[in-house]
């Protein structure tokens, strides 16, 4: 009889696995090495494990202890029976062809160009890409070819930028052939605005301060303060002018050709400025601007205004600072603001401006 192995780690009953022939044995449970009895060592040496069988052998083994397995027979079909056969059916006739789509009448706007400008308008739409290069089916069979941007040319008349192959200008009727330009009257505009009060008003205000401050300067003489009174005087005179005095006026004129013009002039102090052509040609579109800026300018005139008095600078700070200010300005891609029209606190007025400047030009509003 062997010897039981008992572990001296954990006391627990070690189990020989099946092919150990070692002369020690770990515990699984603590991991203790023990040292087995000698005759059960001799004993794993006399009677070592049996070989393992491959897998060919066990498949081997297995189907040849299953039967044969029998060939399915054929069935017969008889002679006599004969397999159905399908009707074919009947081929339904060619369609007619569609007759051809017919062509839109021209449209009211159509017709008015065409009157205009002596041309008819063209019926289909041209393709926004042209055919560079057309291809052969000579290498795989397949056709092919490679389309490109048309090419522009730039009128003469408007400077609009318009298809190479156009024979008349879409935009302003110009004839590239004859270098004739198209007979088309316009509805002439002439529209002023100033920023603010109007020049009258202005003036009238003006003078009337200047009446306060000759007032003013009595006092001081009568008081024995002619010369400060003299310096207020003068002082006062000047921010006046500059207030009442300096201003903008926007002029947007139309001739009966639709040649549009938009001038700009200043007055500081009173006094006129050469007037300063805006280049709308150059811009996309016209953009109005409802917001409250800070204007460093207005700041500092309000707070000089306080020294001279409360009421004067809270009546500039109600009537200048406080509200929103309008801007309409010809912008640029993106609808970003780039040559400014007018400025001011009228809201009305400011959308007046943008309606006439968008009839006048044809920009759009990009807002």
Request: charged letters at 25%; glycine letters at 6%; a neutral charge.
């Amino acid at each position: 009889m062997l010897t039981p192995v008992i572990c001296r780690g954990c006391g627990q009953r070690l189990e020989i696995p099946e092919g150990h022939s070692r002369s020690k044995l770990r515990c699984a449970e603590c991991g203790v090495f023990n040292e087995l009895p000698k005759d059960l060592v001799d004993h794993l040496k006399s009677n070592p494990a049996p070989a393992p069988t491959s897998i060919e052998d066990n498949a081997a083994d297995l189907l040849a202890d299953q039967p044969p397995v029998r060939a399915k027979q054929k069935r017969e079909v008889p002679a006599t029976a004969s397999a159905p056969v399908a009707k074919a059916k009947p081929v339904p006739p060619p369609a007619p062809p569609a007759p051809p789509a017919e062509t839109p009448p021209l449209n009211e706007d159509s017709k008015e160009e065409s009157a205009t400008y002596g041309f008819a308008p063209s019926e289909t739409k041209e393709p926004e890409r042209e055919v560079l290069i057309q291809g052969t089916i000579e290498d795989d069979g397949k056709a092919y070819q490679v389309t490109g941007d048309i090419k522009k040319k730039k009128c003469p008349e408007c400077e609009k930028r318009t298809d190479y192959r156009a024979k008349i200008c879409k935009e302003c009727g110009y004839n590239f052939e004859t270098k004739e330009k198209a007979v088309r009257e316009f509805t002439p505009i002439i529209r002023e605005w100033e920023a603010g009060w109007p020049l009258q008003r202005r003036v009238m205000v003006f003078a009337a301060a200047q009446v306060v401050n000759l007032v003013i300067l009595i006092m001081s003489a009568i008081s024995d303060m002619f010369c400060v009174g003299i310096v207020l005087l003068l002082v006062m005179a000047a921010l006046q002018a500059f207030l009442l005095g300096t201003f903008d006026t926007l002029k947007v004129v139309r001739n009966n050709k639709g040649k549009v013009t938009i001038t700009r002039n200043w007055r500081f102090f009173f006094a006129p400025k050469p007037p300063d052509k805006i280049k709308w040609q150059d811009h996309e579109g016209v953009v109005l601007i409802q917001g409250r800026e800070l204007d460093l300018v207005n700041w500092v005139m309000c707070i000089i205004l306080l020294m001279y008095g409360v009421l004067p600078g809270v009546l500039f700070w109600w009537y200048v600072i406080k509200p929103d200010q309008f801007h309409v300005a010809l912008s640029m891609a993106h609808g970003y603001p780039e040559t400014t029209l007018y400025r001011g606190t009228n809201e009305a007025q400011a959308r007046e401006i943008l309606q006439v400047v968008m009839d006048a030009t044809g920009l759009k509003d990009n807002r």
